[in-house]
């Protein structure tokens, strides 16, 4: 009931946890004539089961092997709508080119996943990217994808780049690039042979 709390005796609490698994109404019917309570809703017991945490068993998935009631399909507009092989109109074909939000283009691989140009202009190049490297534009153009302006760095390096463009003017960046990458190779080989 609303506006009161419901006092329950210590028989009826484990009643209601030894048969929390049973479906809602069920629970309540028997709840109601085994103990005479016409004072407790079936959403009383709901709320009480879930404060005590007392789990149903159900997780609302379908189980594996469990036929879907047949009125089940959607109806209405989208009852065709998702048919198999369906192709929407305004799906891009696998090698399609677009350009993202922070002016990178990227190209589809697969029928779901888009990848950066850079990367798949740098593996037709030099191969295979190696781990933990990120494809940086060496001039800063992110659409000049010549061979040599194409470059593999750790992500360590282009943390260090990129706070260097931000800082400094532009006469001084290749030099601080230059000297950031040669302290990020002494720090690898002094780690190496600590």
Known sequence: MMGRHIKYSGEELEFIKTNATLPRVELHRQFSTRFNRDDVGVHNLEALRKRKRWMTGRTGKFEKGCTPHPNARPKGPNQNSFKKGYEPKNARPIGSIRASKEDHLLIKVTKSKWTTYQRVMYE??????????????????????????????SCARLMRINGIKRRLPKAIRATKAARAYCELKANVIEAQSS
Not at 127 to 146: L, Q, Y
């Open 124 to 153: 037709s190049y030099h191969g295979s990217i190696p781990d933990g490297c990120k494809i940086r534009f060496k001039d800063g153009n992110t659409r000049n994808f010549d061979r040599d302006n194409l470059e593999a760095v």
